[in-house]
């Protein structure tokens, strides 16, 4: 069990951002060991051919990423410095990491990966842990030569296994950030935690979270704490206090669940014969912030169609909006929440 205790500073300073490199890593494990990862199963389908058509285009990246996941090297998921980061950046971050850093991390991965091993999924066999030993011992051996290898297997695998789903995958964790940043203005940190995630709670300025193999406290000074949503790491999270790097948790995007697969909404028949029923859909829809794209995507209907839907009910005070970089969410009001549990009683 880890914990983390907070001053008000710290409580103030906490931001969000989410991270493409954070999403390849997380999405590594998936493909790994899929059964523990049921939601995911409609991507591994599509991508997992992909990836063992490449043959060994992937070892290293595979490598530094072990399942069962006790340890993954802090500097293959560096905290990202931007709320929205581009891979680009995150690649061109990661070839700058100091040699020793890379040293020191490998060398606590190489303490763990025996234990991983013996409780590895069917699949992971001698032959992959010495082409993985190879891998790991080269990179330790010339660091800069390793970040600049990693850095494109990982810009490889983003363009064959990731790129196309990103804007459902990006519009996801949008909308989790700006749910996430109202529910902190709304109640604090106590409503902020409350779902996070089940292994995540908050008590007393301190944060608790369940590990199965970690114990240990980091006690914030004035850092802050980086909250990343992602889709790939459910049903965990990954936590990351060990200097340098800024404390980051990286935590299940809310709506997760719906992320591969179109969704089936409960009818309200009464409030469609008053506003339509492409609208009522479209508001039984928002039960998390989301894009146009991402509703025209759910509902069937066109971008153009949703657009103007969702303008209108925005001047009768019925949706609200958000902007967050270039993408602008939407979201429900209290109004139309109140409307709606009315036809639903």
Excluded: C
């Excluded at 205790?5 to 999405?27: K, N």
Aim: aromatic residues 8%; proline residues 8%.
């Amino acid at each position: 069990m880890l914990t983390i205790g907070f001053s008000a500073y710290d409580l103030a300073v906490m931001r969000f951002a989410f991270s493409p490199m954070q999403e390849i890593v997380a999405s590594v494990r998936v493909l790994k060991d899929p059964a523990a990862h049921a939601l995911h199963v409609p991507w591994v389908k599509q991508v997992a051919p992909r990836v063992a058509a490449a043959a060994g285009a992937f070892d290293l990246l595979f490598a530094l990423v072990p399942v069962p996941s006790w340890y993954i090297p802090d500097f293959v998921t560096p905290p990202p410095t931007t709320p929205v980061p581009d891979l680009q950046t995150e690649l061109a971050d990661l070839r700058r990491i100091a040699p020793q850093r890379v040293r020191t991390d490998l060398d606590r991965l190489a303490t763990l990966r025996d234990p991983a091993r013996r409780s590895a999924p069917a699949g992971w066999d001698d032959a992959q842990a010495r082409i993985d030993d190879a891998e790991l011992h080269a990179m330790w051996t010339d660091p800069a030569a390793g970040l600049d290898r990693l850095a494109r297997q990982m810009n490889d695998y983003w363009r064959l296994a990731v790129s196309e789903y990103w804007p459902r995958l990006r519009s996801l964790l949008e909308a989790d950030v700006v749910h996430r940043a109202r529910r902190l203005a709304d109640g604090g940190p106590t409503s902020l935690f409350a779902d996070l995630a089940p292994s995540v709670s908050w008590q007393d300025d301190q944060l608790t979270i369940v590990h199965p193999r970690f114990v240990g406290h980091r006690q914030l000074d004035g850092e802050g704490l980086l909250l990343v949503p992602s889709a790939f790491v459910w049903p965990t999270v990954f936590s990351s206090t060990m200097p340098p790097w800024q404390p980051t948790l990286t935590y299940p995007a809310r709506g997760v669940a719906t992320l591969w697969e179109k969704q089936t909404t409960a009818a309200a028949p009464a409030l469609e014969r008053v506003i339509g029923r492409s609208r009522t859909r479209l508001l039984l829809e928002l039960d998390a912030p989301a894009s146009t794209t991402e509703l025209a995507y759910r509902t069937g209907l066109t971008p153009g169609a949703v657009s103007q839907h969702l303008g209108l009910m925005r001047s009768a005070g019925l949706v609200g909006a958000s902007r967050s970089g270039r993408l602008v969410l939407y979201f429900r009001t209290d109004a139309s929440d109140m409307l709606l549990n009315q036809v639903r009683d």
